[in-house]
């Protein structure tokens, strides 16, 4: 298991996105130069003609910079192999990719810049060896419905160099194809053994595969649509599919989440940094949760998931959700945890979540949230960069400042915490949570960029125009990532399921 810890930069170039999308493939060697290179090239010469592809290739490293990158949608490596890209190169790629960018790498880009770290985690593997070329079976992973694998079947055999990697793909990686270790002989990694995978990371879409070391790859239908339907995911215009008749997101290995750690408090007992103020401690990292603040049990044969809320963290989802009914039951534990002894309980559910984790207060990525705390079951606020317009009237407290409350015949108002803006949060209409102890459902419906919180059945916010402001930019956004807080209380979550939906129920229509 590779446990991660991301460099956190603030974005300086953004990507434009063009109605012809711009591909750069690189294929510079400081290493084994794979002859089918020249076959790659050709293969993505004749996928850019008949997808309206603009390609650059280059072997140039100075081509990874502000100006050059910002004109382009999707960075693929080809057969890259070796230190390739200097240390402002690297800044730029990684800029890039924070910013929105995106990756294919293909076969040896996992024997490619070992000592980047920010690359090592972002490709998710390294490579170390493989046995001669030979026939092997490869195995579907049905769980996951990705464009760049729908065409495949279950199972199916293919002649390639089979990577050995270093370690395990990373958790974060959701993997699309599986060798079977005993289908070939010779070198083996003697543990699932994953060859394709995809991941969304640090604000960037990534996807690897490790097929495409001979020539005849670049003529195998198969694999140039592996190739064709993973660039129409790495640049947005396809998506991974939630099944039409929904999805439960908990199972006992949470499989479908990663878990981002914050700064740990000073009254926390473990061999960690630690802090009295949470909001700009250390943070533990990605997947490293040594106290298990999230976890699953069992209840009446179902899982839940109980979150101690010990130390502030976020469980997220591994995969963007657009077009959506999310839906779970909630209640309160007993627990509380400093610094928040004295404050009302306090948990969220965070959607449209993007780039970077523990862009606020080290925790939380930008994204929309859903209130989930004592008394306020339903609130809206605005996190990081994300942010929305809510109809509600505007109202003033004793001590003269605003506030705002949901009210579907009110003003549109523009809330973000920041400069010119009244406020980032807007209260729900009206109070429906549950005494506590008791079980409570939430629901957030999201078409586009609009989204209906719902409490016990009763409409109580909506946000409208959601926006994401990067790098001087301010683009509409109607999908990513969903985030549960940890945030210094007990809390237990049950039948979380996701349905894909075309349209709001009309009943919610003027509510």
Request: glycine share 8%; with cysteine; proline share 4%.
């Amino acid at each position: 298991m590779i446990l991660l810890s991301c460099k956190t930069k603030q974005p300086s170039t953004n990507v434009t996105h063009n109605k012809k999308p711009q591909l750069l493939v690189f294929s510079k060697t400081n290493s084994f130069r794979h002859t089918s290179i020249p076959d790659g090239i050709a293969a993505f010469k004749q996928l850019g003609l008949e997808n309206n592809w603009d390609i650059k290739f280059s072997e140039d490293s100075l081509i990874f910079n502000q100006k050059e990158l910002s004109k382009t949608q999707l960075v693929v490596f080809l057969n890259t192999t070796g230190d390739i890209l200097g240390n402002i190169q690297e800044t730029a790629f990684e800029t890039y990719i924070n910013n929105g960018g995106a990756f294919l790498g293909i076969h040896a880009a996992t024997d490619t810049e070992h000592d980047w770290d920010f690359y090592k985690h972002m490709i998710c593997a390294q490579f170390k060896s493989h046995p001669k070329q030979q026939t092997a079976t490869l195995e579907k992973q049905s769980s996951c419905k990705h464009p760049a694998t729908a065409h495949l079947n279950t199972s199916f055999q293919k002649y390639d160099e089979w990577y050995n990697f270093k370690e395990p793909v990373a958790k974060q990686a959701v993997v699309l194809l599986e060798l079977d270790e005993q289908s070939y002989s010779g070198k083996r990694m003697h543990t699932q053994h994953p060859i394709a995978w995809y991941q969304h990371y640090e604000g960037g879409r990534i996807l690897y595969t490790g097929m495409g070391h001979t020539s005849a790859a670049y003529s195998d239908l198969d694999f140039l649509t592996f190739l064709k339907e993973g660039i129409h995911w790495c640049l947005g215009n396809k998506e991974v599919t939630i099944p039409e008749q929904g999805q439960s997101l908990l199972d006992k290995e949470l499989s479908l989440w990663d878990v981002w750690m914050g700064g740990v408090h000073s009254s926390v007992d473990i061999d960690f940094e630690t802090s009295d103020n949470v909001k700009t401690g250390k943070p533990l990292g990605l997947n490293n949760d040594p106290k298990n603040v999230f976890e699953i049990i069992e209840q009446d044969g179902s899982p839940v998931l109980h979150i101690t809320g010990e130390i502030f963290g976020g469980l997220t989802s591994k995969n963007e959700y657009q077009n959506y009914h999310f839906e779970t039951e909630f209640k309160w534990g007993d627990k509380k945890w400093e610094p928040r002894l004295k404050s009302k309980r306090d948990s969220g559910i965070l959607y449209h979540a993007k780039g970077k984790h523990g862009t606020f207060w080290n925790v939380w990525m930008s994204s929309l949230e859903f209130q989930v705390q004592e008394g306020d079951c339903g609130d809206f606020i605005a996190l990081g960069d994300v942010y929305g317009d809510v109809p509600a009237t505007r109202k003033t407290r004793d001590n003269g400042s605003v506030y705002f409350t949901y009210d579907p015949l009110g003003e549109n108002i523009p809330l973000k915490w920041g400069k010119g803006f009244e406020s980032g949060q807007a209260s729900k209409s009206t109070l429906y949570e549950k005494a506590h102890g008791e079980w409570n459902t939430l629901e957030i419906y999201t078409i586009n960029n609009e989204s209906i919180h719902l409490v016990n059945g009763h409409v109580v916010n909506r946000v409208k125009n959601a926006r994401y402001d990067i790098a001087n930019k301010t683009i509409p956004i109607s999908k990513g990532k969903i985030q549960i807080q940890s945030e210094a209380a007990e809390i237990f979550y049950k039948n979380m399921r996701i349905t894909p939906i075309q349209k709001f129920p009309s009943k919610y229509k003027n509510q």
